[in-house]
C-alpha cells in the first residue's frame, strides 16, 4: 500500500463517506410528485416529473466537469466543497423560491449539476489514496452503503416535511450541509500528481483512459439499461400478481419493498471487500448472475414473500454492480485518469437510465404488454453481460496475483 493509503485513517475515510451521503438525491422529491401537482394543477404531469427526472440530464454535464478537472486543475478538497455547496443551495432555492414551475425547474436544473459533481468523486478520491484492491473494494464497498443510507435518509426526510407543507420538501437538500461539514472537518487533501512527480524524480503522467476501462464502462450502461425495467415495473407487477389483493394495498407494499432493495444493496456493499476476496476476478459476473436470480424471481412471483425475497436478491446483486464497476476501472488507470473514469462510471449509470425507457418500449413491442416476459428477457441479457465480464476477465491482468495497479 502507498504511504498515503497508510494515512487514510477512519477519520479521513468518512471525510469521503460524507460525499457518499449525496449522491442518490434525486429521490428526495420522488414521495412529493403527487403534491407537487396538486400545487401546479395546470401543469401536466410530463412536466411535473422533470422535477424529479430534470436533474438526470444536468448531472451529466456536473459529472464530467469534475472528472476533468478534480485532483488536478482544481484540489480534491476544493472540488468536494464547490460541489456540496451548489449542491445546497440550489437544492433548497425552490423551498423559497416557488412561485412558479419555471423558477423550480430552473433550480432542479442546477442542483442536478451539483449532484454530477459530487457523485464521482468519493470512489475517484478512495481510487487516487488507495492503490491494494482488498483495500480499494473495502472503501469503495463501504462508500456504496454509505450512498444507500442516504438515499434512504433524503427520502424519508423529503416524504416527512412534504407532509407538513410541499414546499418544506426541498429543505431535505439541507443535508448536503451536514455532509460539507464532514467533508470539511476530517478530509485531508492528498498530495499532487505534479507534487508525487517531482518527489521521485519523473514527469507528471497525463490522465489516460485505457480500453479496459471503457469495456467496463459500457458492461455497466447496458447492464444499467436492462436493470431499471425491474424497478419500474414493481408495482405494477404486484398488483397484477397477486390474486385477490386491493391494488392500493399492495402499491403501499410494493413501496416498502423498494426500500428492502436499498437495505439489501447496504448489506452487499458492507461485504464487498469480502466477496472480492471470495469471488476474486469474477466478482462482477457472480453479482450479474445474483442480480438475474432476484430478477427471475421478481418476473414469476405470485406472493409478498416471493416478491420480497426477489428484491432481497436483486437489490443485494445489483448494488454490488456499481462499486465493483468502479473498482475495476480504477485497477487499470493511471493516477491522473481516476477522477475521469470515476465520472464516466457515473455517465454511464445516468445515460443507462435515460435509455431503459426506450428499451422498455422496444421489448414490450416484442413480447406484448408484458412486464413479465419484459424481466425475463433482461436476466438474459444479465446472463450474457456476466459470462461476457468473466470471460474478459479471465485475461485481464489487473487480476494477476503479482499484478500492481497501474499507476
Known amino acids: 500500500?502507498?504511504?498515503?493509503?497508510?494515512?487514510?485513517?477512519?477519520?479521513?475515510?468518512?471525510?469521503?463517506?460524507?460525499?457518499?451521503?449525496?449522491?442518490?438525491?434525486?429521490?428526495?422529491?420522488?414521495?412529493?410528485?403527487?403534491?407537487?401537482?396538486?400545487?401546479?394543477?395546470?401543469?401536466?404531469?410530463?412536466?411535473?416529473?422533470?422535477?424529479?427526472?430534470?436533474p438526470s440530464l444536468t448531472t451529466i454535464i456536473g459529472t464530467l466537469f469534475i472528472g476533468a478537472v478534480a485532483g488536478k486543475k482544481i484540489p480534491f478538497k476544493v472540488a468536494g466543497i464547490v460541489a456540496l455547496l451548489v449542491y445546497f443551495v440550489f437544492g433548497c432555492l425552490p423551498a423559497v423560491w416557488n412561485d412558479s414551475l419555471t423558477s423550480?425547474?430552473?433550480?432542479?436544473?442546477?442542483?442536478?449539476?451539483?449532484?454530477?459533481?459530487?457523485?464521482?468523486?468519493?470512489?475517484?478520491?478512495?481510487?487516487?489514496?488507495?492503490?491494494?484492491?482488498?483495500?480499494?473494494?473495502?472503501?469503495?464497498?463501504?462508500?456504496?452503503?454509505?450512498?444507500?443510507?442516504?438515499?434512504?435518509?433524503?427520502t424519508l426526510l423529503g416524504g416527512f416535511l412534504?407532509?407538513?407543507?410541499?414546499?418544506?420538501?426541498?429543505?431535505?437538500?439541507?443535508?448536503?450541509?451536514?455532509?460539507?461539514?464532514?467533508?470539511?472537518?476530517?478530509?485531508?487533501?492528498?498530495?499532487?500528481?505534479?507534487?508525487?512527480?517531482?518527489?521521485?524524480?519523473?514527469?507528471e503522467e497525463k490522465s489516460r483512459i485505457p480500453s479496459t476501462a471503457w469495456f467496463f464502462i459500457v458492461v455497466f450502461l447496458l447492464a444499467q439499461v436492462v436493470?431499471?425495467?425491474?424497478?419500474?415495473?414493481?408495482?405494477?407487477?404486484?398488483?397484477?400478481?397477486?390474486?385477490?389483493?386491493?391494488?392500493?394495498?399492495v402499491a403501499g407494499i410494493a413501496g416498502t419493498l423498494l426500500s428492502v432493495f436499498v437495505l439489501a444493496g447496504v448489506v452487499s456493499s458492507v461485504l464487498m471487500d469480502k466477496l472480492v476476496g471470495l469471488f476474486?476476478?469474477?466478482?462482477?459476473?457472480?453479482?450479474l448472475v445474483i442480480t438475474l436470480v432476484g430478477n427471475i424471481i421478481i418476473a414469476n412471483a405470485n406472493s409478498v414473500v416471493l416478491f420480497t425475497i426477489g428484491i432481497l436478491i436483486f437489490g443485494f446483486g445489483w448494488c454490488l454492480v456499481i462499486p465493483v464497476i468502479n473498482l475495476e476501472c480504477g485497477n487499470v488507470t493511471n493516477k491522473a485518469g481516476l477522477a475521469m473514469v470515476a465520472s464516466l462510471v457515473m455517465v454511464a449509470m445516468n445515460l443507462g437510465n435515460f435509455a431503459?425507457?426506450?428499451?422498455?418500449?422496444?421489448?414490450?413491442?416484442?413480447?406484448?404488454?408484458?412486464?413479465?416476459?419484459?424481466?425475463?428477457?433482461?436476466?438474459?441479457?444479465?446472463a450474457v453481460l456476466a459470462i461476457v465480464w468473466a470471460v474478459f476477465n479471465m485475461r485481464n491482468k489487473a487480476w494477476s496475483k503479482d499484478a500492481s495497479i497501474e499507476k
Open 1 to 54: 500500500m502507498s504511504s498515503i493509503a497508510k494515512a487514510l485513517n477512519m477519520k479521513e475515510a468518512w471525510g469521503v463517506y460524507a460525499l457518499y451521503i449525496m449522491v442518490a438525491g434525486a429521490g428526495a422529491v420522488t414521495p412529493a410528485l403527487a403534491a407537487f401537482g396538486a400545487a401546479f394543477p395546470d401543469a401536466d404531469p410530463v412536466t411535473i416529473s422533470l422535477i424529479q427526472s430534470l
Open 104 to 154: 423550480i425547474l430552473i433550480a432542479r436544473a442546477l442542483v442536478g449539476f451539483g449532484m454530477g459533481m459530487v457523485s464521482p468523486l468519493g470512489a475517484a478520491i478512495f481510487l487516487r489514496l488507495v492503490d491494494k484492491k482488498e483495500d480499494r473494494s473495502k472503501y469503495l464497498g463501504r462508500g456504496g452503503a454509505v450512498q444507500q443510507a442516504g438515499c434512504v435518509v433524503l
Open 162 to 203: 412534504c407532509a407538513i407543507d410541499w414546499r418544506l420538501t426541498f429543505w431535505a437538500y439541507g443535508l448536503a450541509l451536514v455532509a460539507l461539514l464532514i467533508f470539511v472537518i476530517c478530509f485531508k487533501e492528498p498530495p499532487t500528481l505534479a507534487e508525487e512527480a517531482a518527489a521521485e524524480g519523473k514527469t
Open 227 to 249: 436493470c431499471s425495467p425491474t424497478m419500474m415495473n414493481f408495482s405494477t407487477l404486484m398488483a397484477t400478481n397477486i390474486p385477490g389483493e386491493d391494488p392500493t394495498t
Open 280 to 287: 476474486g476476478k469474477f466478482t462482477g459476473a457472480a453479482a
Open 356 to 382: 431503459a425507457s426506450y428499451y422498455m418500449g422496444a421489448v414490450f413491442s416484442i413480447v406484448g404488454n408484458n412486464p413479465s416476459m419484459c424481466l425475463l428477457v433482461d436476466s438474459a441479457a444479465f
